[in-house]
T-cell receptor, first 111, second 111 residues
Framework: KAGVTQTPRYLIKTRGQQVTLSCSPISGHRSVSWYQQTPGQGLQFLFEYFSETQRNKGNFPGRFSGRQFSNSRSEMNVSTLELGDSALYLC??????????FGPGTRLTVL | GQQVMQIPQYQHVQEGEDFTTYCNSSTTLSNIQWYKQRPGGHPVFLIQLVKSGEVKKQKRLTFQFGEAKKNSSLHITATQTTDVGTYFCAGEKDSNYQLIWGAGTKLIIKP
């Protein structure tokens, strides 16, 4: 069974730009969660989608948004990028809310 | 708000010494999961504990879930260089389908 894939793996943007990250979950998984990870900050929960509906949301500003498509693939968008948005963005898929299978992440650098 | 406190933040051990990380929740959890993230990698699921007082073992790793289902620990006996990484706990609170993550404990093996 193929694992969780994320594209792109690396991205460099400048302040003020916007970015869209993509996540393809394991086949059959309906839940996709997004996390931001910065050095020494652990995993900060962004949001979770289940069957195309946002089910949970973390404490991030409205510049961070996401969506899930009918095939369970998910996208995350960050508008008006700030230097502090530089991080590893991880997505994780699960059947319901059990074991989370993480993708390799997208490393975003904002200059 | 809901929190899972994880301590210590870092632990330096000599190879062969034991290692323990602890997680404490302010509220009762329906289950707790443990993940390991190797340097440069993504979190990988280790185990899930569901029952009050549950103890599970995986080779040199011992996982415990407290009687009140508010705390958990991971103990590694006789650490090896392959154990290096950051260990995260993640607790699920009843009925809201959201995992609350600890900040992680970074295990460092002293040369």
């Amino acid at each position: 069974k193929a694992g969780v894939t994320q594209t792109p793996r690396y991205l460099i943007k400048t302040r003020g730009q916007q970015v869209t990250l993509s996540c393809s979950p394991i086949s059959g998984h309906r839940s996709v969660s997004w996390y931001q990870q910065t050095p020494g900050q652990g995993l900060q929960f962004l949001f979770e989608y289940f069957s195309e509906t946002q089910r949970n949301k973390g404490n991030f500003p409205g510049r961070f948004s996401g969506r899930q498509f009918s095939n369970s693939r998910s996208e995350m968008n960050v508008s008006t990028l700030e230097l502090g948005d530089s991080a590893l963005y991880l997505c994780a898929s699960s059947l319901l809310t059990d074991t989370q299978y993480f993708g390799p992440g997208t490393r975003l650098t904002v200059l | 708000g809901q929190q899972v406190m994880q301590i210590p933040q870092y632990q330096h051990v000599q190879e062969g010494e034991d290692f323990t990380t602890y997680c404490n929740s302010s509220t009762t959890l329906s289950n707790i999961q443990w993940y390991k993230q190797r340097p440069g990698g993504h979190p990988v699921f280790l185990i899930q504990l569901v029952k009050s007082g549950e103890v599970k073992k995986q080779k040199r790793l011992t996982f415990q879930f407290g009687e009140a289902k508010k705390n958990s620990s991971l103990h590694i006996t006789a650490t090896q260089t392959t154990d290096v990484g950051t260990y995260f706990c993640a607790g699920e609170k009843d009925s809201n389908y959201q995992l609350i993550w600890g900040a992680g404990t970074k295990l460092i093996i002293k040369p």
